[in-house]
């Protein structure tokens, strides 16, 4: 079943106040997907039905409620075919696990570590039996064909990270906790899953970086930004729907609970937390392309650095930004029933 609704784009950002107001300004890089988005939606419910995923209608439609395809496309613009698909496959993976958590795992920190510790075999690129599981190998190990060592391992780190700090939202969640504002955000860096979503544009954007230009230190700052914006973006279009579930780990709840201020006071925080990551993001960059930084490395890392940051970084500031704002994964029942 494909949902046409479902696969729209979403409409650009209007500067005159008209249509649905941006929460920050549009980042300035530019709007790009895939052109083989339309194509890959049609196809992509096929991987999680192999694993026995989305068995009802329901199931189905609920997935297709969160523009998977539209993501992937956005956040690896050049990709296309079997490329495409694997982002698409990632983006599918994310949500099917977040919802595992959400609905039958994720109050319980003793199964939430036992899921982990399954998944994480297929890091590896065995395959557990469970279907979440299975679907991460298969995943994993398409990632890794013919990729180089050092990503290999680095991307092996992000992914190991990712799925072991979700043991710590489960702690919070089945004591009634919330965790306090430094907590949040130390945990939320590694499960808003951005580390990952980098590791595979260098793959499907051709701008694999070797160890020592990977660990240059803009970059790191650059790369921190990225979550930075992306958690406060996400954070603000999941608010009223966190709100309503009773999840407290929200980075405005959290505000709200720390600073002892009103729920407007917290968006506003969260939005100058937002821009300030943006203009340090953009600051970062500006110095790593600079003479100084760079003075040491030949014209070919130069010109991959220029890549990744274009093709890796920006493309996931902006895809993240505009998948958010058009997906209907973040309303609450009261706005799909308006």
Sequence with gaps: MTSTAEATMPAPATEDGSGSPAPVPVPSFPRRISTDFRPAHERHLAWPKSFGFLSSQEEEAH?????????????????????????????????????????????????????VGLVKEGIGGEASPLPLAAAFADMRRRSCRDMPEDWIQRSAAHWSSYLD??????????????????????????????????????????????????????????????????????????????????ERNNLVLCLEREYGISRPEAIEKTLRRQDEA??????????????????????????????????????????????????TRYRTVEEHAA
């Design 63 to 115: 997935h297709l409620k969160g523009q998977f395809p539209l993501i992937a496309a956005m956040f690896y613009p050049n990709a296309t075919g079997d490329g495409l698909d694997l982002g698409v496959d990632q983006q599918s993976w994310y949500f099917l696990f977040d919802d595992a958590l959400d609905e039958r795992w994720g109050r319980s920190p003793e199964r939430v570590r036992h899921l």
């Design 278 to 327: 943006l203009e340090l993001f953009t600051g970062a960059h500006r110095a790593l392309l600079g003479a100084t930084a760079t003075r040491r490395l030949g014209p070919a890392e130069r010109d991959l650095l220029r890549r990744y940051c274009t093709e890796a970084l920006q493309t996931t500031i902006r895809g993240a930004y505009d998948w958010h704002h058009a997906s």
């Design 165 to 246: 700090h979700h043991v710590h939202e489960a702690l919070s969640r089945q004591t009634g906790t919330p965790m306090p504002l430094s907590t949040y955000l130390r945990v939320r860096r590694h499960t808003i899953g951005v580390a990952p979503v980098i590791d595979l544009a260098e793959r499907l954007s051709s701008c694999v970086l070797p160890d020592h230009l990977y660990a240059l230190p803009h970059l790191s700052v650059m790369r921190e930004m990225t979550k930075t914006f992306i958690i406060c973006d996400n954070d603000i279009v999941s608010l009223d729907k966190d709100a309503a579930s009773g």
